[in-house]
């Protein structure tokens, strides 16, 4: 039986970390641009002074300002996407391209005209575009003037850019995603990656992180009607980062704890699915003494406002141990404990294909909607040869036990799968580093940590392994 005729196999990106050109014909300074400081460095991850110094005064390297220059290399990538047989490619609008400022009176014609470009491109290979609204990259203007989402100020300004770009591309683009991974903030505990917010010990700030969860989730909804009321035949989408969670042990504290965290993961998506708060999140927010400020409209909002289809990232499983002696395993910016039962990757991920068919499982129970899978990737160091070839057969072998995985998913246990499309499909800066060492991609970049390099384009060896798995309908692996 296989996956469906009309699968969408394809690649993904997020447009600050790979456009560059961060303040080219218009555009304004986002979050990003001052958040990668290239070589393993995040600003924010550091403290939220070195944060505000920054953002008052960004100066040095930044590996989001020209990434891989995609803005002026565009036409070339989605040719070589297109060369692997793509049927879709997700990137995501830069919301400071459109409002350089967020809440200018007019939209940035060039910025809304590189986007028509864009898409154009795709189409003409027949290749369907998914476009992220945000994707970590709000404008820098709005955390100055109001400190991100954690104000409900951003709610109207983020549903006036959604149907500017919606009644713009209402042709061109069908499938659409409103925040990606809208769980960072609380989840990773980085407030300003996720909301462009700057809060002071987030830990111990619960009131700040949730009040901005509900803005986005409000304006989540609000772009959810929009999208319906502009884009014929729009089909929209949530994302969040998914892992799949087991617990360490057989020890009931263990398995409750597993819950606790799987719950941190879906709160967002269970509010955007069904409609409502879960009772769970009402007696944390009471039990923490959080006030989330609710407008008249906000149940009703949320309510008409469900998604489509569930989408999500996954790289990797976590374990959830009661027992704090226990080692912990580097995550997707999400810590857990070791699972002795996993390799890792060179950064500590915890590699488990078979942790994505449960994963997919337990998701389609949970919303009995249809799910797209919109990130998976081994980030790694790869290297080119003296030839010039880029042997990543250890990409190939992620990619391929995932795909049987998703297979396995679809074909023996009904799961609803629309599509599949591999994190960082040609090689981009990391979101969780700033690294361009820490590469993803079909597609090699000749470009370094530091910001050196030709910006030359190379296939690797997973190039032609991919285009066959497309052309196979993911037969042949
Ligand atoms: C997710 C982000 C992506 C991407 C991915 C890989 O959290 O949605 O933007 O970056 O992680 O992570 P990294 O780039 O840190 O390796």
Redesign the pocket.
Known sequence: MGFPENFLWGGAV?AN?CEGAYLADGKGLSCADVLHGGKGKMVEMADSQALRRTIEKPEGFFSSHEAIDFYHHYKEDIALFAEMGFKVFRTSIAWSRIFPNGDDAQPNEAGLAFYDSLFDECRKYGIEPLATLS??ESPLALTTKYNGWTSRELIPLFDRYARTVFARYRDKVKYWLTF??IN?TTLFGAPFLGAGAIIDNPADNLQAMYQAAHNQLVASALAVKAGRELVPGAKIGNMI?AMMIYPYSCRPEDVWLKTARERETCFYSDVQARGYYPAYMERFFKKNGIEIERGPEDEKILREGTVDFISF?Y?MSMTASSDSELTKTAG??FGGVKNPYLESSE?GWQIDPLGLRTLLNNLYDRYQKPLFIV?N?L?AKDVVEADGSINDGYRIDYLREHIKAMKAAVEEDGVELWGYTT??CIDI?????GEMS?R?GFIYVDKDDEGKGTLARSRKKSFSWYKDVIASNGEKL
């Open positions: 997020a970390q994707h970590y990606n991974e960072a980062a990232s790289y997707n910016l950064w990130e990737g980030g994190w960082g800066i990391s979101a969780s580093t820490k993803y």
